[in-house]
Each structure stands twice: as structure tokens, then as C-alpha cells.
């Protein structure tokens, strides 16, 4: 058998070309942060912070993390000058667990997830106090 040993040596050195990739996500996002109330069956309703709004979905950062599959609703709202309440709800499957780290002087985190957005449902009864965690 031949010694192929020396085919390794005399080879050009190739560096790894820089390739751009591309962005996957079918919607457009809108980044920006407001207050919604995420509610679950089992954990009840917590207000959370959502971020990178889209038409599939919203990450949703919040104290606790609902189960993966499971199905959750949000609550946007809007309070106009004179009380009156706008609000949109959305029932949506929880799809990604993220953990958060950041640091600005102490070390903090803070706990996401990722939301599908299934349907539109009718806003109905607001939640009662009670409910909040």
C-alpha cells in the first residue's frame, strides 16, 4: 500500500469562509417591552414583560415558567385616560424555556419563554385581584 502520509502536508492551508446567515424567522419582530398578564390554569396569572412581538409569536419574560406544550393566554392591555380598558387576548403554546443572565454591578437573571400564538379569544372578564401572584 502506498505511504499517503505526506498528501496531508502538502496541502494548502484553508481558512473557513464567513458566511452569512440567513435570518429564519417567518414574521417580523417588534422589539419593543410592555406589561402582560400571562394566565394559566394551573399557575394562575402573573404580569410579565414581553419583548419581540411578532404575528407567530412573543418571548415573554415572567417570575415562573409554565411546563413546555403547555397552553397559556396573554392579556395585552390598554388603559385610556378615562379608565376605560382595551384588551386583546391571545391563547398561546409555551415553546422554548430560556434563563436569562446579565450583569450590571450584581450578577441578575431573569427567566423567558418562547410563545406560538394559537388564536384570538374573546377578553370577557378581566382577572380578579385574587389571581395575581
Not at 396569572?45 to 407567530?56: E, K
Request: avoid cysteine.
Amino acid at each position: 500500500m502506498p505511504d499517503l502520509s505526506h498528501v496531508l502536508d502538502e496541502r494548502p492551508a484553508v481558512r473557513p469562509l464567513a458566511v452569512a446567515v440567513p435570518d429564519k424567522r417567518l414574521h417580523t419582530r417588534f422589539d419593543k417591552t410592555f406589561p402582560v398578564m400571562v394566565g394559566s390554569e394551573l399557575y394562575g396569572d402573573a404580569w410579565a414583560i414581553a419583548r419581540n412581538l411578532s404575528a407567530g409569536g412573543i418571548l415573554v419574560e415572567m417570575p415562573y415558567a409554565p411546563p413546555l406544550g403547555a397552553v397559556v393566554t396573554v392579556h395585552f392591555r390598554y388603559a385610556h385616560d378615562d379608565d376605560e380598558l382595551d384588551e386583546l387576548v391571545v391563547r398561546a403554546e409555551v415553546k422554548h424555556h430560556h434563563y436569562l443572565n446579565f450583569q450590571a454591578g450584581d450578577v441578575a437573571a431573569s427567566r423567558a419563554i418562547g410563545l406560538r400564538f394559537l388564536d384570538f379569544v374573546d377578553a370577557g372578564d378581566r382577572v380578579e385581584p385574587e389571581r395575581l401572584h
